[in-house]
């Protein structure tokens, strides 16, 4: 295990002023709260953080990120606190530890590759800083080295993960050095046939070119040395991932592949990038469409190296990048080369070769990454990074099963149902969200498990519309609820006409009515129902179209509620209204059709039954009046307002009040109260109001004179009893001197 001088040796080797005693304290303390832990593998646990540790000093980053990396696993693991480590560590690295803590919860969420973009994004999203990928992907990278430790049924599984998920992310940061390291391990796991396949032909490959590498590179060499251009070539060999990958996905044998081998070249300056390039091209002939220059034209992720493909000395292809020094390390280190991370340069030197501020290319560069991660795949990638804003409109959910969810930030369990399926929203009655019944209108937050409570019995409110925020939800709830007040409609309308073909003497079924929908000028049955419901086609009209021959009697106004042959009605608050069936008594077994209720539910304007603005409570006499577009508006039999509609006969229709035994619904009623001006009036009546159990629901003053106040008051109250009481306790208080119910 490495001692604490030595990791700190290392760290002064790239950053001499590094600050040794948090690199001390951070060690002795992760050490301490280990204690005596032991990995899979035997070893004690302290060694894992400490070789995470060790890797990201291989990438030469500041000594925050190895404190990271050195308490990485406490929180979560020990006895360790945020407190602590703020306490300790300040509350900079105390953050950082923490979202290392978040990611790791995700752990245990199953992963499949086609959320693998989604989850690399709430990766991103959680840990709002690139520190804390590059020590989880540095804690992937060890956990991966020592898989052969984990027990064999994990081990494919954690493969997976690292295959899906971690090594593109390394890529798309820019760490070529450690994408290639993770695909090669988890491809071990994942097929270990063909890894060990391919491995063998790429050594056998190796060994038989030998002699040739070697020429070319010599030639190489010479070549470079010839035009004073100090220059180091490496050949390079293609990974057994990247080779396996192009097999499969280009159905190419081994033997196909043209690119196994290639070389760099990497120089001191720009300058001499292209000095090496010439010499090169005017020796060997160029492979025309293989010519790259991403250094006059960095790749948008700042990526920058010549590419060329030759004819070599012995008449094969050879591929060639040719890059300075510092591009090089940006190519293999991403992210973690960025001049971000060394505080010692206030200036960073961009690849043109001017000097820009700090600040911006971080900045400029911080934007660019994000962006390239938001893009998907793009196979060229190399490069990036950080403060994840761009994700902080989204929030990424998990169902019980493990699929992510993507919404927009500020969605509901509502949206989350409706965007697993539109029927899951449509049935969606309540939600536990991380495990806990939570309100539908909680702001689900990244990470958390939805499970949606569902009934076949849901129509979703109307009211849920203004609660979601996603289009696919708001427009679902608009379909299903209108699909529900249609269907209420149609219930009415059936009942409608029911009575008004018994009063006719005819008999009344549905399928009467298909062969005079043209008539009608109706599309379907459906649409006739609900019309007749809607109040916007007469009854009357039906059954004449129905029977041409019938000779109608007009109907005496208004109809006297009857105790025969009710029909329920039910609406929104659960409250039945009778509506009758027929005028004469039924027989028996019409009787026993009574039963069959209209079921209405929801409280928009739209629904079928509804009160005139003066209310109507239970104890009024009540009669319904058709409204054209709207179903029936209730009155209290004594309404000055019913006689507009005097005129009209076939728009009055009976209903009576069918109430359960202890309804805890509430109807409204308009009181007009005359109080005297003092001070506290208003709040007198109020307190009566209160008082009474009764709800104000508007008030509004209608004349103010010097003496007095006129006002209106639309209650909500139990019944007529409830309501006759309240009246009269108003009466009797001394700031008012009239209370009575406005058409009572
Ligand atoms: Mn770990």
């Not at 690295?93 to 923490?98: A, C, P, T």
């Not at 000095?275 to 990526?303: C, E």
């Not at 001017?354 to 660019?368: D, M, P, V």
């Not at 569902?454 to 849920?464: E, F, G, M, T």
Request: charged share 30%.
């Amino acid at each position: 295990m490495m001692r604490q001088y030595e990791l700190v040796e290392r760290v002064q080797r790239y950053k001499p002023d590094v600050n040794e005693a948090l690199l001390n304290k951070a060690y002795v303390y992760a050490m301490q709260k280990h204690g005596h832990q032991r990995r899979a593998s035997g070893d004690p646990y302290f060694s894992h953080p400490l070789e995470v540790a060790a890797i990201l000093t291989d990438m030469h980053l500041d000594e925050a990120t190895i404190a990271v990396a050195l308490l990485h696993d406490t929180i979560e693991d020990t006895s360790a606190t945020r407190a602590e480590i703020d306490e300790l560590f300040g509350p900079d690295i105390g953050k950082l530890v923490e979202g290392l803590t978040k990611l790791k919860k995700l752990d245990l969420v199953s992963k499949k590759a086609e959320q693998a973009e989604n989850l690399r994004k709430l990766l991103l999203a959680i840990s709002e800083d690139v520190r804390v990928l590059l020590v989880k992907l540095a804690d992937r990278l060890h956990n991966m080295r020592t898989l052969h430790h984990v027990p064999e049924s994990k081990r494919l599984r954690i493969a997976e993960e690292t295959m899906d998920i971690y090594a593109p992310l390394a890529g798309r940061m820019g760490m070529q050095g450690m994408r290639e390291e993770l695909e090669e391990l988890a491809f071990r796991y994942i097929n270990p046939e063909a890894y060990r396949t391919v491995t063998e032909r790429l050594a056998e490959m190796s060994e038989r070119s030998k002699g040739v590498l070697g020429d070319i590179e010599k030639a190489l060499s010479a070549q470079f040395e010839k035009y004073a251009i100090k220059a180091e070539v490496k050949s390079r060999q293609k990974k057994p991932w990247s080779v396996f990958r192009k097999m499969e996905t280009k159905a190419l044998s081994f033997e196909q592949l043209s690119d196994i081998f290639g070389f760099r070249v990497v120089v001191d300056s720009v300058e001499d990038c292209y000095r090496a390039l010439g010499s090169i091209h005017t020796t060997w002939s160029m492979v025309p469409g293989r010519f790259k220059d991403y250094i006059s034209t960095p790749k948008q992720n700042d990526y920058r190296s010549i590419h060329t493909t030759i004819v070599g000395p012995s008449r094969q292809r050879i591929e060639l990048q040719i890059r300075t020094r510092e591009m090089n390390k940006i190519a293999e280190y991403g992210v973690a080369a960025h001049s971000i991370y060394k505080d010692n340069a206030g200036k960073a030197t961009n690849g043109a070769g001017h000097t820009i501020s700090k600040e911006t290319n971080a900045y400029g560069w911080l934007r660019r990454t994000i962006e390239q991660l938001a893009d998907g795949d793009n196979p060229e990638d190399f490069l990036e990074n950080t403060k994840l804003e761009l994700f902080q409109d989204q929030v990424f959910c998990f169902t019980p099963k493990g699929m992510l969810i993507a919404l927009p930030r500020g969605a509901t369990p509502i949206d989350f149902a409706y965007a697993v399926h539109t029927d899951v929203g449509d049935t969606c009655v309540g939600a536990k969200v991380n495990g806990r019944v939570m309100p539908l209108m909680t702001e689900l937050k990244n990470g958390d498990e939805v499970e949606i409570i569902r009934s076949k019995a849901q129509v979703p409110p109307a009211a849920w519309e203004s609660i979601v925020v996603t289009g696919k939800a708001r427009s679902a709830i608009r379909r299903a609820t209108k699909n529900a007040i249609r269907k209420q409609y149609s219930g009415l309308g059936a009942r409608i006409l029911e009575r008004a073909f018994e009063r006719a003497g005819k008999k009344f079924s549905k399928d009467s009515l298909k062969s005079v929908l043209h008539r009608l000028a109706r599309k379907d049955i459906e649409d006739v129902l609900a019309s007749v419901g809607r109040g916007e086609l007469s009854s009357n009209d039906v059954v004449r179209a129905v029977f041409p021959d019938y000779k109608e009697e007009r109907a005496t106004h208004p109809a006297k509620p009857r105790e025969e042959g009710w029909s329920k009605i039910r609406n929104a608050a659960g409250m039945l209204f009778q509506i009758p069936g027929r005028s004469t008594a039924p027989s028996r077994k019409e009787q026993k059709a009574q039963g069959s209720a209209v079921p209405i539910r929801g409280v928009s304007g739209d629904l079928p039954v509804r009160f005139a603005p003066e209310g109507a409570v239970p104890g009024d006499r009540i009669v319904g009046i058709m409204q054209p577009g709207s179903g029936i508006t209730i009155y209290p039999i004594q309404s000055p307002s019913l006689m507009a509609f005097d005129d009209q006969p076939e728009r009055w229709i009976d209903v009576r009040w069918d109430l359960d035994e202890g309804s805890k619904e509430r109807f409204p009623a308009r009181l007009s109260v005359t109080a005297i001006n003092a001070p506290g009036s208003l709040a007198d009546i109020a307190q009566v109001v209160a008082a009474n159990d009764a709800n104000i629901h508007t008030l509004s003053m209608i004349r103010t004179a010097p003496d007095f106040t006129e006002m209106l008051l639309d209650l909500e109250v139990w019944d007529l009893k409830h309501l006759n009481r309240l009246i009269s306790q108003l009466k009797d208080n001394s700031s008012v001197s009239d209370a009575r119910r406005v058409n009572g």
